[in-house]
């Protein structure tokens, strides 16, 4: 049984050139996102956002959640993968980044698929639970400020469906979730919700370990 492969810059690239399907309207997006203060960072990878659109198109589903816009590189990608038909609901706390992504959402002609929603995430979670009903969604990606994981990953488990997918960015969180000196709010935050993760019986769980740590939990039926 091999060890994972160390994945340098040289293997990067080729995975890129033979899986990576970004074309010309995400790679502006991307390359727009990555000049912005703290976009690369805070962006998510085009391979991750792909595989996002495959997980759409293997749950099959119609209804999507996302937690945390940003410019909205990884909303374009999921509405691209939705059926005719399907929503998806992304919010963020501020207009300011997605209002960058939103003309790329015009362009791709999928903005009239995309319902955002502008303030608390806490707040937004609470009305979708109000108005839609728990077990909504069929998928709810969950990439917003660490502190809040714990309190978005269980209001998530409540809005997806019984057999529907939660997945979950940034679980090795730069590596400091590993590091018993990083004590800071967001590294704590991230560690307690990857603890609760392994013991939560009402969820099947994988973190995959590329990018920055994606785990997905699926609610058991």
């Known amino acids: 049984m091999a060890d994972q492969t160390t994945l340098s810059p040289a293997l990067l690239d080729y995975a890129r050139s033979v899986a990576l399907r970004e074309d010309g309207l995400l ?4 390359d727009m996102t990555a000049q912005l203060p703290g976009g690369r960072a805070m962006q998510i990878m085009p391979e991750e956002a792909q595989f996002l659109g495959l997980l759409i198109r293997l749950v099959g589903a119609r209804r999507v959640l996302e937690i945390g816009t940003f410019t909205g590189y990884s909303t374009l990608c999921m ?6 038909g399907g929503r998806i609901v992304t919010c963020d706390i501020s207009d300011k980044w997605p209002g960058i992504g939103a003309p790329f959402w015009q362009r791709a002609g999928v903005d009239g698929l995309i319902d955002l929603r502008i303030g608390d ?17 069929d998928l709810v990606f969950v990439d ?4 809040g994981y714990l309190h978005y990953y269980e209001q998530a488990l409540a809005l997806v469906r019984p057999g529907g997918l939660v997945a979950i960015d940034n679980t090795l969180f730069f590596g400091r979730v590993a590091d018993p000196a990083a004590d800071d709010p967001d590294t704590v935050a991230v560690r307690t919700l990857n603890d609760l993760l392994r013991d939560d019986e009402r969820v099947d769980i994988a973190l995959l370990t590329v990018a920055d740590g ?8």
């Open 214 to 221: 994606i785990t997905l939990a699926r609610r058991r039926e």
């Open 27 to 30: 790679r502006e997006l991307h």
């Open 79 to 84: 509405a691209r993968a939705l059926p005719a």
């Open 121 to 137: 995430a806490a707040r937004t979670l609470a009305e979708l639970r109000e108005h839609d009903g728990d077990g909504a969604f």
């Open 144 to 147: 917003a400020d660490k502190a």
